[in-house]
Protein backbone atom coordinates (compact mmCIF):
# COMPACT_ATOMS: atom_id res chain seq x y z
CA UNK A 1 0.00 0.00 0.00
CA UNK A 2 1.53 3.53 -0.74
CA UNK A 3 1.76 5.91 1.87
CA UNK A 4 1.40 8.50 -1.35
CA UNK A 5 -2.17 7.71 -1.36
CA UNK A 6 -4.60 11.00 -1.38
CA UNK A 7 -2.01 13.54 -2.27
CA UNK A 8 -3.44 13.79 -5.72
CA UNK A 9 -4.16 17.88 -5.39
CA UNK A 10 -2.07 19.04 -2.17
CA UNK A 11 -1.50 22.80 -2.13
CA UNK A 12 1.69 23.73 -3.59
CA UNK A 13 4.48 24.57 -0.87
CA UNK A 14 5.78 27.02 -3.78
CA UNK A 15 2.53 29.06 -3.13
CA UNK A 16 3.95 30.16 0.33
CA UNK A 17 6.74 32.98 1.10
CA UNK A 18 10.07 30.69 1.88
CA UNK A 19 10.27 33.47 4.69
CA UNK A 20 7.91 32.17 6.71
CA UNK A 21 9.73 28.73 7.55
CA UNK A 22 12.22 30.86 9.56
CA UNK A 23 8.43 32.69 11.32
CA UNK A 24 7.52 29.28 11.98
CA UNK A 25 10.43 27.30 12.81
CA UNK A 26 11.20 28.52 16.58
CA UNK A 27 7.33 27.76 17.18
CA UNK A 28 7.95 24.07 16.73
CA UNK A 29 8.83 22.57 20.06
CA UNK A 30 6.48 24.46 22.32
CA UNK A 31 4.01 23.37 19.37
CA UNK A 32 4.33 20.42 19.82
CA UNK A 33 3.70 20.02 23.46
CA UNK A 34 0.67 22.23 23.35
CA UNK A 35 -0.90 19.92 20.31
CA UNK A 36 -0.12 16.80 22.87
CA UNK A 37 -1.43 18.22 25.68
CA UNK A 38 -4.59 19.50 23.90
CA UNK A 39 -5.21 15.77 22.58
CA UNK A 40 -5.30 14.86 26.02
CA UNK A 41 -7.53 17.01 27.25
CA UNK A 42 -9.95 17.30 25.13
CA UNK A 43 -9.96 13.40 24.03
CA UNK A 44 -10.82 10.87 27.01
CA UNK A 45 -9.31 7.99 25.24
CA UNK A 46 -5.87 9.81 25.56
CA UNK A 47 -6.26 11.11 28.86
CA UNK A 48 -3.90 8.52 30.50
CA UNK A 49 -0.12 9.26 30.49
CA UNK A 50 2.11 8.78 27.52
CA UNK A 51 4.74 6.96 28.53
CA UNK A 52 6.76 3.84 27.05
CA UNK A 53 6.87 3.15 23.20
CA UNK A 54 3.18 4.26 22.66
CA UNK A 55 3.84 7.49 24.14
CA UNK A 56 6.64 7.88 22.46
CA UNK A 57 5.14 7.15 18.76
CA UNK A 58 2.29 9.58 19.85
CA UNK A 59 4.89 12.64 20.26
CA UNK A 60 6.79 11.40 17.69
CA UNK A 61 4.03 11.80 14.80
CA UNK A 62 2.83 15.48 16.17
CA UNK A 63 6.71 16.30 16.14
CA UNK A 64 7.44 14.49 12.66
CA UNK A 65 3.95 16.41 11.69
CA UNK A 66 4.90 19.94 12.46
CA UNK A 67 8.55 19.79 11.63
CA UNK A 68 8.04 18.68 7.73
CA UNK A 69 5.22 20.82 7.08
CA UNK A 70 7.60 23.88 7.96
CA UNK A 71 10.59 22.38 6.20
CA UNK A 72 8.53 22.32 3.12
CA UNK A 73 8.04 25.52 2.97
CA UNK A 74 11.58 26.35 3.16
CA UNK A 75 11.79 23.20 0.28
CA UNK A 76 9.50 21.75 -1.70
CA UNK A 77 11.21 18.98 -2.30
CA UNK A 78 12.07 17.63 1.06
CA UNK A 79 10.85 13.91 1.58
CA UNK A 80 7.80 13.34 2.79
CA UNK A 81 8.68 9.17 3.57
CA UNK A 82 10.17 9.11 7.08
CA UNK A 83 7.20 11.16 8.17
CA UNK A 84 4.48 9.20 6.38
CA UNK A 85 6.31 5.93 7.85
CA UNK A 86 5.44 7.59 11.20
CA UNK A 87 2.36 8.30 10.84
CA UNK A 88 1.34 5.03 9.05
CA UNK A 89 2.69 3.27 11.83
CA UNK A 90 0.89 5.59 14.62
CA UNK A 91 -2.49 4.15 12.15
CA UNK A 92 -1.04 0.88 12.99
CA UNK A 93 -0.57 1.04 16.64
CA UNK A 94 -4.24 2.88 17.28
CA UNK A 95 -5.84 0.14 15.65
CA UNK A 96 -4.24 -2.71 17.69
CA UNK A 97 -4.69 -0.58 20.94
CA UNK A 98 -8.67 -0.74 20.61
CA UNK A 99 -9.25 3.13 19.50
CA UNK A 100 -11.56 3.91 16.76
CA UNK A 101 -11.45 5.62 13.91
CA UNK A 102 -13.50 8.52 15.48
CA UNK A 103 -10.81 8.69 18.14
CA UNK A 104 -8.01 8.99 15.51
CA UNK A 105 -9.29 11.30 12.99
CA UNK A 106 -10.60 13.58 16.19
CA UNK A 107 -6.29 13.17 17.54
CA UNK A 108 -6.01 15.14 13.80
CA UNK A 109 -8.97 17.59 13.96
CA UNK A 110 -6.87 18.45 17.21
CA UNK A 111 -3.62 18.85 16.02
CA UNK A 112 -4.83 20.90 13.06
CA UNK A 113 -7.20 23.71 14.88
CA UNK A 114 -4.03 24.14 17.60
CA UNK A 115 -1.70 24.74 14.50
CA UNK A 116 -4.01 27.27 12.72
CA UNK A 117 -4.21 28.79 16.66
CA UNK A 118 -0.83 29.01 16.99
CA UNK A 119 -0.29 30.19 13.10
CA UNK A 120 -3.02 33.24 13.99
CA UNK A 121 -0.87 34.86 16.62
CA UNK A 122 2.17 34.35 14.89
CA UNK A 123 0.87 35.99 11.62
CA UNK A 124 -0.26 39.00 13.62
CA UNK A 125 2.67 39.29 15.84
CA UNK A 126 4.26 39.57 12.47
CA UNK A 127 2.29 41.33 10.33
CA UNK A 128 1.43 38.98 7.53
CA UNK A 129 -0.97 39.66 4.88
CA UNK A 130 -4.74 38.37 4.76
CA UNK A 131 -3.85 36.86 1.65
CA UNK A 132 -0.43 34.97 3.34
CA UNK A 133 -2.34 33.85 5.86
CA UNK A 134 -5.62 32.44 4.10
CA UNK A 135 -2.67 30.55 2.20
CA UNK A 136 -0.81 29.45 4.79
CA UNK A 137 -4.25 28.32 6.24
CA UNK A 138 -5.31 26.47 2.81
CA UNK A 139 -1.87 24.78 2.77
CA UNK A 140 -2.19 23.92 6.68
CA UNK A 141 -5.24 22.03 6.04
CA UNK A 142 -4.35 20.34 3.20
CA UNK A 143 -1.23 18.79 5.34
CA UNK A 144 -3.16 17.88 7.65
CA UNK A 145 -5.54 15.50 5.72
CA UNK A 146 -2.89 13.96 3.96
CA UNK A 147 -0.91 12.47 7.74
CA UNK A 148 -4.42 11.65 8.64
CA UNK A 149 -5.09 9.67 4.94
CA UNK A 150 -1.86 8.08 5.79
CA UNK A 151 -2.59 7.02 9.14
CA UNK A 152 -5.89 5.76 7.89
CA UNK A 153 -4.56 3.73 5.87
CA UNK A 154 -1.85 2.27 8.51
CA UNK A 155 -5.23 1.49 10.80
CA UNK A 156 -7.03 -0.14 8.13
CA UNK A 157 -3.99 -2.37 6.81
CA UNK A 158 -3.61 -3.26 10.26
CA UNK A 159 -7.15 -4.01 11.15
CA UNK A 160 -7.62 -6.34 7.83
CA UNK A 161 -4.27 -7.91 8.82
CA UNK A 162 -4.96 -9.15 12.41
CA UNK A 163 -6.42 -12.02 13.26
CA UNK A 164 -9.39 -11.74 16.08
CA UNK A 165 -9.36 -7.77 15.80
CA UNK A 166 -12.93 -8.05 17.38
CA UNK A 167 -12.32 -9.72 20.04
CA UNK A 168 -9.13 -7.71 20.70
CA UNK A 169 -11.12 -4.59 21.01
CA UNK A 170 -13.62 -6.49 23.31
CA UNK A 171 -10.86 -7.68 25.62
CA UNK A 172 -9.75 -3.69 25.89
CA UNK A 173 -12.88 -2.81 26.73
CA UNK A 174 -13.08 -4.98 29.40
CA UNK A 175 -10.09 -4.07 30.34
CA UNK A 176 -11.26 -0.64 30.49
CA UNK A 177 -14.52 -1.08 32.24
CA UNK A 178 -12.47 -2.75 35.41
CA UNK A 179 -9.97 0.18 35.70
CA UNK A 180 -9.97 2.23 39.08
CA UNK A 181 -10.33 4.92 38.87
CA UNK A 182 -12.92 4.45 36.37
CA UNK A 183 -12.43 5.40 33.22
CA UNK A 184 -14.03 8.44 31.65
CA UNK A 185 -17.77 7.51 30.44
CA UNK A 186 -16.73 8.78 26.88
CA UNK A 187 -13.37 6.53 26.42
CA UNK A 188 -15.98 3.69 27.20
CA UNK A 189 -18.80 4.66 24.75
CA UNK A 190 -16.25 4.73 21.87
CA UNK A 191 -14.96 1.69 22.15
CA UNK A 192 -17.90 0.33 22.83
CA UNK A 193 -19.48 1.58 19.57
CA UNK A 194 -16.20 0.29 17.87
CA UNK A 195 -17.30 -3.47 19.62
CA UNK A 196 -20.46 -3.12 18.88
CA UNK A 197 -21.25 -3.70 22.69
CA UNK A 198 -24.52 -1.78 23.96
CA UNK A 199 -23.24 -0.37 27.19
CA UNK A 200 -26.10 -1.18 29.94
CA UNK A 201 -26.69 0.49 33.27
CA UNK A 202 -25.88 -1.81 35.41
CA UNK A 203 -23.82 -4.72 35.17
CA UNK A 204 -22.71 -7.95 37.15
CA UNK A 205 -19.20 -9.50 36.73
CA UNK A 206 -18.26 -13.29 37.62
CA UNK A 207 -15.26 -14.50 38.90
CA UNK A 208 -14.19 -17.61 37.13
CA UNK A 209 -11.86 -20.75 38.84
CA UNK A 210 -11.71 -24.29 36.78
CA UNK A 211 -12.37 -27.08 39.22
CA UNK A 212 -9.38 -29.35 39.91
CA UNK A 213 -11.10 -32.18 37.62
CA UNK A 214 -11.49 -29.44 34.97
CA UNK A 215 -11.15 -31.25 31.01
CA UNK A 216 -8.97 -29.58 29.21
CA UNK A 217 -9.16 -26.56 27.62
CA UNK A 218 -11.93 -26.08 24.71
CA UNK A 219 -13.51 -23.03 22.96
CA UNK A 220 -16.05 -21.18 25.18
CA UNK A 221 -19.12 -19.42 23.19
CA UNK A 222 -20.82 -17.23 25.51
CA UNK A 223 -23.42 -15.00 24.57
CA UNK A 224 -22.31 -12.13 22.09
CA UNK A 225 -23.67 -9.48 25.05
CA UNK A 226 -20.96 -10.81 27.66
CA UNK A 227 -17.49 -9.51 27.21
CA UNK A 228 -15.24 -11.97 28.59
CA UNK A 229 -11.50 -12.97 29.56
CA UNK A 230 -10.80 -16.64 30.42
CA UNK A 231 -7.46 -16.96 29.64
CA UNK A 232 -5.68 -14.96 32.43
CA UNK A 233 -4.54 -15.44 35.75
CA UNK A 234 -7.90 -14.29 37.11
CA UNK A 235 -10.56 -15.35 34.73
CA UNK A 236 -13.46 -12.66 34.33
CA UNK A 237 -16.89 -12.10 32.64
CA UNK A 238 -18.98 -8.92 32.23
CA UNK A 239 -22.95 -9.46 31.97
CA UNK A 240 -25.27 -6.78 31.20
CA UNK A 241 -27.76 -6.78 34.49
CA UNK A 242 -28.24 -9.23 36.20
CA UNK A 243 -27.31 -12.76 36.14
CA UNK A 244 -30.35 -15.41 36.48
CA UNK A 245 -32.44 -17.61 34.71
CA UNK A 246 -31.75 -18.77 31.10
CA UNK A 247 -28.89 -16.35 31.05
CA UNK A 248 -27.51 -18.49 34.20
CA UNK A 249 -27.84 -21.80 32.44
CA UNK A 250 -26.56 -20.81 29.08
CA UNK A 251 -22.96 -19.82 31.10
CA UNK A 252 -22.91 -22.83 33.26
CA UNK A 253 -23.50 -24.79 29.85
CA UNK A 254 -20.67 -23.15 28.52
CA UNK A 255 -18.72 -23.39 31.52
CA UNK A 256 -19.17 -26.76 32.94
CA UNK A 257 -16.06 -27.38 34.78
CA UNK A 258 -15.84 -23.86 36.93
CA UNK A 259 -16.89 -22.57 39.44
CA UNK A 260 -18.99 -19.28 38.98
CA UNK A 261 -18.67 -16.47 41.70
CA UNK A 262 -21.17 -13.42 40.66
CA UNK A 263 -20.56 -10.59 42.06
CA UNK A 264 -23.24 -8.13 43.17
CA UNK A 265 -25.48 -6.64 39.96
CA UNK A 266 -24.17 -2.63 40.02
CA UNK A 267 -23.79 0.03 37.99
CA UNK A 268 -20.90 0.60 35.83
CA UNK A 269 -18.63 2.67 37.37
CA UNK A 270 -18.47 -0.02 40.74
CA UNK A 271 -17.92 -3.18 38.38
CA UNK A 272 -14.42 -3.28 39.78
CA UNK A 273 -15.72 -3.43 43.50
CA UNK A 274 -18.27 -5.83 42.39
CA UNK A 275 -15.57 -8.17 40.95
CA UNK A 276 -12.68 -7.81 43.72
CA UNK A 277 -16.22 -9.05 46.42
CA UNK A 278 -16.74 -11.88 43.59
CA UNK A 279 -12.94 -13.15 43.68
CA UNK A 280 -13.67 -13.17 47.63
CA UNK A 281 -15.80 -15.45 47.46
CA UNK A 282 -13.86 -17.52 45.99
CA UNK A 283 -11.23 -17.48 48.40
CA UNK A 284 -13.76 -17.67 51.43
CA UNK A 285 -15.54 -20.75 49.51
CA UNK A 286 -11.68 -22.45 49.54
CA UNK A 287 -11.67 -21.68 52.98
CA UNK A 288 -14.88 -23.30 53.98
CA UNK A 289 -15.91 -19.50 55.66
CA UNK A 290 -18.95 -19.83 52.83
CA UNK A 291 -20.41 -23.03 51.41
CA UNK A 292 -18.53 -24.23 48.84
CA UNK A 293 -20.91 -24.08 45.78
CA UNK A 294 -20.46 -24.76 41.61
CA UNK A 295 -22.35 -21.36 41.63
CA UNK A 296 -21.50 -18.61 44.23
CA UNK A 297 -23.69 -15.15 44.72
CA UNK A 298 -21.37 -12.76 46.18
CA UNK A 299 -24.59 -10.76 47.46
CA UNK A 300 -25.92 -13.72 49.67
CA UNK A 301 -22.55 -13.57 52.02
CA UNK A 302 -22.10 -9.49 51.90
CA UNK A 303 -21.14 -9.58 55.83
CA UNK A 304 -18.70 -12.52 55.80
CA UNK A 305 -16.88 -10.61 52.74
CA UNK A 306 -16.75 -7.64 55.26
CA UNK A 307 -15.43 -9.41 58.47
CA UNK A 308 -13.12 -11.59 56.18
CA UNK A 309 -11.92 -8.85 54.06
CA UNK A 310 -8.84 -8.40 57.01
CA UNK A 311 -6.81 -11.40 57.80
CA UNK A 312 -4.02 -9.74 60.17
CA UNK A 313 -6.44 -7.72 61.50
CA UNK A 314 -8.48 -10.38 62.27
CA UNK A 315 -5.87 -12.55 63.48
CA UNK A 316 -4.63 -9.85 65.77
CA UNK A 317 -7.72 -9.56 67.10
CA UNK A 318 -8.08 -13.43 67.71
CA UNK A 319 -4.86 -13.57 69.68
CA UNK A 320 -5.73 -11.00 72.50
CA UNK A 321 -8.83 -12.32 72.93
CA UNK A 322 -8.62 -16.08 73.15
CA UNK A 323 -5.14 -15.63 75.27
CA UNK A 324 -6.97 -17.73 78.17
CA UNK A 325 -7.40 -20.73 76.05
CA UNK A 326 -3.57 -20.72 74.83
CA UNK A 327 -2.51 -23.12 77.60
CA UNK A 328 -5.47 -25.86 76.73
CA UNK A 329 -5.49 -29.00 74.88
CA UNK A 330 -6.52 -28.64 71.40
CA UNK A 331 -9.41 -30.74 72.09
CA UNK A 332 -10.21 -28.62 75.28
CA UNK A 333 -9.96 -25.60 72.90
CA UNK A 334 -12.45 -26.92 70.23
CA UNK A 335 -14.79 -27.62 72.56
CA UNK A 336 -15.25 -24.44 74.36
CA UNK A 337 -14.81 -22.12 71.23
CA UNK A 338 -17.74 -24.51 69.84
CA UNK A 339 -20.22 -23.80 73.09
CA UNK A 340 -19.39 -19.97 72.50
CA UNK A 341 -20.16 -19.85 69.25
CA UNK A 342 -23.45 -21.81 69.70
CA UNK A 343 -23.97 -19.47 72.94
CA UNK A 344 -23.73 -16.48 70.75
CA UNK A 345 -25.44 -17.75 68.27
CA UNK A 346 -28.68 -18.65 70.41
CA UNK A 347 -28.38 -15.81 72.82
CA UNK A 348 -27.54 -17.80 76.07
CA UNK A 349 -30.72 -20.52 75.35
CA UNK A 350 -29.37 -23.82 77.30
CA UNK A 351 -31.51 -25.92 75.65
CA UNK A 352 -31.07 -24.47 72.36
CA UNK A 353 -27.53 -24.57 72.51
CA UNK A 354 -27.94 -28.31 73.63
CA UNK A 355 -29.63 -29.13 70.39
CA UNK A 356 -26.97 -27.19 68.31
CA UNK A 357 -24.35 -28.96 69.85
CA UNK A 358 -26.60 -32.14 70.16
CA UNK A 359 -25.13 -32.42 73.79
CA UNK A 360 -26.93 -32.60 77.22
CA UNK A 361 -28.28 -29.26 78.99
CA UNK A 362 -26.11 -30.31 81.72
CA UNK A 363 -22.87 -30.73 80.00
CA UNK A 364 -23.87 -27.12 78.12
CA UNK A 365 -24.06 -25.59 81.69
CA UNK A 366 -20.67 -27.06 82.95
CA UNK A 367 -18.82 -25.53 79.49
CA UNK A 368 -20.29 -22.69 79.85
CA UNK A 369 -19.09 -22.29 83.56
CA UNK A 370 -15.38 -22.80 81.92
CA UNK A 371 -16.16 -19.89 79.70
CA UNK A 372 -17.07 -17.70 82.34
CA UNK A 373 -14.27 -18.71 84.25
CA UNK A 374 -11.86 -18.06 81.18
CA UNK A 375 -13.58 -15.09 79.97
CA UNK A 376 -15.19 -13.32 83.53
CA UNK A 377 -17.40 -9.92 82.83
CA UNK A 378 -16.28 -9.90 79.03
CA UNK A 379 -19.05 -12.42 78.49
CA UNK A 380 -21.67 -9.68 79.67
CA UNK A 381 -20.03 -6.87 78.17
CA UNK A 382 -21.74 -6.22 74.62
CA UNK A 383 -18.83 -4.43 73.02
CA UNK A 384 -16.78 -7.64 73.53
CA UNK A 385 -19.19 -10.20 72.81
CA UNK A 386 -19.28 -8.30 69.18
CA UNK A 387 -15.80 -8.62 69.10
CA UNK A 388 -15.49 -12.43 69.94
CA UNK A 389 -18.43 -12.92 67.43
CA UNK A 390 -16.21 -11.65 64.89
CA UNK A 391 -13.22 -13.55 65.10
CA UNK A 392 -15.44 -16.59 65.35
CA UNK A 393 -17.02 -15.74 61.89
CA UNK A 394 -13.61 -14.05 60.58
CA UNK A 395 -10.97 -16.07 58.39
CA UNK A 396 -8.21 -16.84 61.15
CA UNK A 397 -8.16 -20.00 62.72
CA UNK A 398 -10.75 -20.86 65.01
CA UNK A 399 -8.65 -21.44 68.23
CA UNK A 400 -5.14 -20.15 69.16
CA UNK A 401 -2.20 -22.61 68.14
CA UNK A 402 -0.24 -23.25 71.30
CA UNK A 403 3.25 -22.71 70.82
CA UNK A 404 2.74 -20.92 67.56
CA UNK A 405 5.47 -18.87 65.60
CA UNK A 406 4.22 -14.88 64.64
CA UNK A 407 5.30 -12.64 61.71
CA UNK A 408 4.04 -9.21 62.01
CA UNK A 409 1.41 -10.37 64.15
CA UNK A 410 -0.01 -13.10 62.04
CA UNK A 411 1.12 -17.27 62.84
CA UNK A 412 3.63 -18.11 60.18
CA UNK A 413 0.88 -21.21 59.17
CA UNK A 414 -1.03 -18.60 57.53
CA UNK A 415 1.74 -16.77 55.67
CA UNK A 416 2.55 -20.05 53.92
CA UNK A 417 0.38 -21.30 50.96
CA UNK A 418 -1.92 -24.65 51.63
CA UNK A 419 -2.45 -26.92 49.24
CA UNK A 420 -5.90 -26.12 47.60
CA UNK A 421 -8.59 -29.09 48.42
CA UNK A 422 -11.06 -30.67 46.53
CA UNK A 423 -14.47 -28.97 47.24
CA UNK A 424 -17.76 -30.95 47.41
CA UNK A 425 -20.03 -28.85 45.04
CA UNK A 426 -23.88 -28.95 45.48
CA UNK A 427 -25.41 -27.09 42.81
CA UNK A 428 -27.62 -24.45 42.97
Not at 66 to 78: K, R
Not at 85 to 105: A, F, P, Y
Not at 115 to 130: A, E, P
Not at 209 to 238: F, Q, W, Y
Request: charged share 25%; net charge neutral; hydrophobic share 45%.
Amino acid sequence: MSVERGLDHPVPPSALPRKLAEILRPELASLSEEIVDEIQATIPAYARPLDGPYGKSIRAGVEYAITLFVAQIADPSVSKEQSHEVHHRLGQNEMREGRSLDTLQSAYRVGARVSWRRIMWVGRRSGLSSAVMSQLADAMLAFMDELASVALDGYLEAKARTAGALETWRRKLLGLLLEVPAAPAKAVAELAQLTGWAVPELVSPIAVRPLLEAHPRRRVTLDSDVLAELDGVEPRIVVPGPVGGARLATLQAALPDHCLAIGPCVPLESLADSLRWARAALVLADRGRIPSQRVIRAEEHLAALLVNSDTALVTLLRTRLFAPLAEMTDKQQDRLLETLRAWLDSQGNVVEIAERLQVHPQTVRYRMRQLQATFGDRLRDPSARFELELVLRGCAPDRPLAGESWVGGIPVGELMPSPRRSPQWSDR
